[in-house]
C-alpha cells in the first residue's frame, strides 16, 4: 500500500520570508497525483496544489510552489513571502490514477507558524 | 455554492449509543467520501461511493456504514460509539471528469465518545 511520509512535524518561518515543506511518498505505481492541502484552524481542508506524477513541469500556484522529484519520490511544498494566513497544518496526499482507485492517502500533516 | 456542507459540528456520545453524520453536496459531483482525522495522523478514508448507488471500504470502515441517499447526500452511521471513534469526521466530494479527482472537503464533525 502506498503510504505518505511528512517528517517535519512543525516549521516556523518569519512573515514575508520563505518556507519549504517535505514530503516523501512510497509507491510502485508509475502514474498518480500528488496534493497539498492546508488545514486552518477552522478545520476546512483546502486544497493548495496539486501535481501530476507524468509532468515533468512542476507546479505553481501563485505564491506556492513544489518541487518534484519522481525518482526520489519527493514532493515539497515551498511557501514564498509567507503571509500571517498561511499558518496552518500542512498535509501531503498521494491518489493513484487508476480509475477505481479511489483511496487519498494523507500524510500525519505539518504545521506552520508564521511569525510577525 | 455551498459546496460540502456537513452536521452537526460537534457531537458527544456515551459508550453504545448511535448516531448518523450527514453530508451534502451541491456541486454534481458523482463521487463522495468519509475520512476520519486522528492527532498525529492524516485523514483515513472510512466509506466511499464512486456514484450513485455504490458504496465500498477504505482503510478504516470498521465500526461504521453508509448511506448514499441519491447523488447530494452521502451519511455515516455510527451504530453503538465507542471511545476508540472519537475523532474529527471529515466528508468531500470529487468528479471524475476532473482528471486528477480533486477532493472538495466538508468542515468537519468534531465527535467524543466518552
Known amino acids: 500500500a502506498q503510504t505518505v511520509t511528512q517528517s517535519q512535524p512543525e516549521m516556523s518561518v518569519q512573515e514575508a520570508e520563505t518556507v519549504t515543506l517535505s514530503c516523501t511518498y512510497d509507491?510502485?505505481?508509475?502514474?498518480?497525483?500528488l496534493f497539498w492541502y492546508k488545514q486552518p484552524p477552522s478545520r476546512q481542508m483546502i486544497l493548495v496544489i496539486r501535481q501530476e506524477a507524468y509532468k515533468q513541469q512542476n507546479a505553481t500556484e501563485n505564491r506556492f510552489s513544489v518541487n518534484f522529484q519522481k525518482a526520489a519520490k519527493s514532493f515539497s511544498l515551498k511557501i514564498s513571502d509567507s503571509q500571517l494566513g498561511d499558518a496552518a497544518m500542512y498535509f501531503c496526499?498521494?491518489?493513484?490514477?487508476?480509475?477505481?482507485?479511489?483511496?487519498?492517502?494523507f500524510g500525519a500533516g505539518t504545521r506552520l507558524t508564521v511569525k510577525p | 455554492n455551498a459546496g460540502v456542507t456537513q452536521t452537526p459540528k460537534f457531537q458527544v456520545l456515551k459508550t453504545g449509543q448511535s448516531m448518523t453524520l450527514q453530508c451534502a453536496q451541491d456541486m454534481n459531483h458523482n463521487s463522495m467520501y468519509w475520512y476520519r482525522q486522528d492527532p498525529g495522523m492524516g485523514l483515513r478514508l472510512i466509506y466511499y461511493s464512486a456514484s450513485e448507488g455504490t458504496t465500498d471500504k477504505g482503510e478504516v470502515p470498521n465500526g461504521y456504514n453508509v448511506s448514499r441517499l441519491n447523488k447530494r447526500e452521502f451519511s455515516l452511521r455510527l451504530e453503538s460509539a465507542a471511545p476508540s471513534q472519537t475523532s474529527v469526521y471529515f466528508c468531500?466530494?470529487?468528479?471524475?471528469?476532473?482528471?486528477?479527482?480533486?477532493?472538495?472537503f466538508g468542515p468537519g464533525t468534531r465527535l467524543t465518545v466518552l
Open positions: 496526499a498521494y491518489r493513484s490514477a487508476f480509475a477505481n482507485n479511489n483511496d487519498m492517502r
Open positions: 509507491t510502485s505505481e508509475s502514474d498518480y497525483y
Open positions: 468531500a466530494s470529487s468528479e471524475w471528469r476532473d482528471s486528477e479527482n480533486t477532493q472538495y
